[in-house]
Structure formats: C-alpha cells, structure tokens
C-alpha cells in the first residue's frame, strides 16, 4: 500500500459519497411514507459513514509512521 495521503483521500471519499447517498435515499422514503425502509437506509448509510471515519483514523496513524 502506497503510503500516499492522496491514495487515502481518493479511497475515503467514495464509500463517504456512498453513505450520503444513503442517508439522503432514506430521507426520501421517510418523507414519502415508507418510514421503516427510510429509517433503514439511514441507518445503514450512517454506519457506512461510521466505518468511513474508523478507517480514516486507522489509516492516518498507519500514514504518519
């Protein structure tokens, strides 16, 4: 694994764009009256943010060393 900042920017931002493009679907279906496939696709799409976040501070240590 290249120890760029760059390659860790470019592997992050994705799966991030993915978990907000999650949350926003599940705001949708909340609005539009399917409460329970809206809440969870927001769920799974903060997790998805979450896990995002974990493996950014993982990396980030691992990329000062």
Not at 29 to 37: P, S
């Amino acid at each position: 694994m290249p120890k760029d900042p760059q390659f860790l920017y470019m592997v992050l931002i994705l799966p991030t764009l993915f978990g907000l493009t999650l949350v926003g679907d599940g705001i949708h279906k909340a609005v539009d009256d399917d409460m329970a496939h809206g809440v969870l696709s927001i769920a799974f799409g903060i997790g998805f943010i979450l896990v995002v976040i974990f493996a950014f501070i993982f990396f980030a240590s691992y990329f000062r060393a």
